[in-house]
């Protein structure tokens, strides 16, 4: 359990710092109102979205260790408390000032995840029918053929939709995580947890840059909260038999909703607008607007 909390922690400061440079970068790109090649090619331009994604991708490679050993409840905690890293590198890499609701979330971070590591028991099975393979596969496909429809749309409301549906993916890929067969490329290519994990993944990246052209990041992520936490978290419980350390069931629930709520105090470090994103946003001439447009 010690190593599967480590990788956790260490996953959830790369996807902090991730997110910092990813709302940088999709800011930065020019605004898609379809999903096409030259969106990922403007995003791939960006060295601020290539920076974020590249932490993300080992933050990834951490969570598998963790998501293989920890039950899917107090991984995606952990995992999703990142946005207490991101208040934190707001704070020294943008110069934002903590208020006292920022930092009242920080605090709920920490107490939840120590009382959700308290009352965590031993994870459940790393195993399931052949039909839950299929069913995360065809939730993917959901996923990606809603993104299609949403992206047809501005606001504050399809920025919501497209972060939810941003947490479904990645919320699909830590299920996958957690029942992929490894024993060998065989049994991973006829999987169809295999293709929802990377289905998942990149559509989830995608659903999440175009909400954040979209919208405030405070309605996307917390949107795609609600769905990359909680929706893993019952699956976890109802199907694969996670559960609490006997007679701490009221430890682990409390911790939960303590850390989620912090989360979603926390939310909106996510925008990176105002004085410090300006000061920050790289400029080409004297008349270059800023990265990010002020509120």
């Given at each position: 359990?010690?190593?599967?909390?480590?990788?956790?922690?260490?996953?959830?400061?790369?996807?902090?710092?991730?997110?910092?440079?990813?709302?940088?970068?999709?800011?930065?790109?020019?605004?898609?109102?379809?999903?096409?090649?030259?969106?990922?090619?403007?995003?791939?331009?960006?060295?601020?979205?290539?920076?974020?994604?590249?932490?993300?991708?080992?933050?990834?490679?951490?969570?598998?260790?963790?998501?293989?050993?920890?039950?899917?409840?107090?991984?995606?905690?952990?995992?999703?408390?990142?946005?207490?890293?991101?208040?934190?590198?707001?704070?020294?890499?943008?110069?934002?000032?903590?208020?006292?609701?920022?930092?009242?979330?920080?605090?709920?971070?920490?107490?939840?995840?120590?009382?959700?590591?308290?009352?965590?028991?031993?994870?459940?099975?790393?195993?399931?029918?052949?039909?839950?393979?299929?069913?995360?596969?065809?939730?993917?496909?959901?996923?990606?053929?809603?993104?299609?429809?949403?992206?047809?749309?501005?606001?504050?409301?399809?920025?919501?939709?497209?972060?939810?549906?941003?947490?479904?993916?990645?919320?699909?890929?830590?299920l996958a995580v957690r029942v992929l067969d490894p024993s060998g490329p065989a049994a991973i290519l006829t999987d169809p947890a295999a293709y929802a994990l990377a289905v998942g993944g990149l559509g989830g990246y995608l659903a999440y840059a175009l909400a954040l052209q979209r919208g405030t990041v405070t309605a996307a992520t917390a949107a795609g909260t609600v769905a990359e936490t909680f929706g893993p978290a019952l699956v976890g419980v109802a199907a694969l038999g996670d559960a609490a350390r006997p007679g701490l069931e009221w430890c682990a629930l409390s911790g939960f909703a303590v850390a989620v709520g912090g989360t979603f105090l926390l939310s909106r470090f996510g925008e990176l607008e105002g004085g410090a994103a300006e000061r920050a946003a790289p400029r080409t001439g004297a008349e270059a607007e800023p990265a990010v447009p002020p509120g």
């Amino acid at each position: 359990m010690l190593l599967g909390l480590t990788t956790a922690l260490v996953a959830t400061v790369c996807f902090g710092f991730g997110a910092v440079f990813q709302a940088r970068g999709a800011r930065s790109a020019p605004r898609a109102d379809r999903v096409r090649a030259g969106l990922l090619a403007a995003l791939a331009r960006s060295w601020q979205f290539v920076a974020g994604t590249l932490l993300d991708i080992a933050g990834f490679v951490l969570s598998i260790v963790a998501l293989r050993s920890l039950p899917l409840f107090l991984v995606q905690a952990v995992t999703n408390a990142s946005l207490a890293v991101t208040a934190l590198a707001a704070v020294w890499l943008l110069g934002a000032r903590l208020h006292r609701a920022d930092v009242a979330g920080i605090l709920a971070v920490v107490v939840g995840l120590s009382l959700l590591a308290l009352g965590s028991g031993k994870e459940g099975r790393n195993h399931a029918p052949a039909a839950f393979h299929w069913a995360l596969l065809a939730t993917t496909v959901v996923m990606l053929l809603a993104t299609l429809v949403l992206v047809r749309r501005e606001g504050t409301a399809a920025a919501a939709g497209l972060g939810l549906l941003a947490g479904v993916g990645f919320g699909v890929t830590s299920l996958a995580v957690r029942v992929l067969d490894p024993s060998g490329p065989a049994a991973i290519l006829t999987d169809p947890a295999a293709y929802a994990l990377a289905v998942g993944g990149l559509g989830g990246y995608l659903a999440y840059a175009l909400a954040l052209q979209r919208g405030t990041v405070t309605a996307a992520t917390a949107a795609g909260t609600v769905a990359e936490t909680f929706g893993p978290a019952l699956v976890g419980v109802a199907a694969l038999g996670d559960a609490a350390r006997p007679g701490l069931e009221w430890c682990a629930l409390s911790g939960f909703a303590v850390a989620v709520g912090g989360t979603f105090l926390l939310s909106r470090f996510g925008e990176l607008e105002g004085g410090a994103a300006e000061r920050a946003a790289p400029r080409t001439g004297a008349e270059a607007e800023p990265a990010v447009p002020p509120g």
